[in-house]
């Protein structure tokens, strides 16, 4: 089961991933220092599990090829003959 979808458009740049990851740990200090130790733990295993899906094994997609530019088709432009300047 994937909690967090790496693929996501939003997890690609690297601030964000890292600010994720840090509010997540932050967190953690927080209710640490509160005494309470059940959030803590549980928002620290959420901070570890995004750390190793948005910072450790995050593989950024290739930009997907836009539909808006016209697709050209090389065998069409080889079978017209080059076009000559008639003066």
């Given at each position: ?60 997609q290739p930009p997907a090829a836009t539909s808006d530019a016209p697709a050209q088709d ?14």
């Amino acid at each position: 089961m994937q909690l967090i979808d790496p693929s996501h458009p939003i997890y690609k740049p690297l601030w964000v991933r890292i600010l994720i990851v840090a509010v997540c740990f932050g967190w953690a200090a927080v209710e640490t220092l509160g005494s309470q130790p059940f959030w803590a733990m549980l928002s620290g295993a959420l901070g570890a599990y995004s750390a190793w899906m948005l910072l450790l094994n995050f593989k950024p997609q290739p930009p997907a090829a836009t539909s808006d530019a016209p697709a050209q088709d090389d065998a069409a432009e080889d079978d017209e003959p080059p076009s000559e300047d008639k003066k």
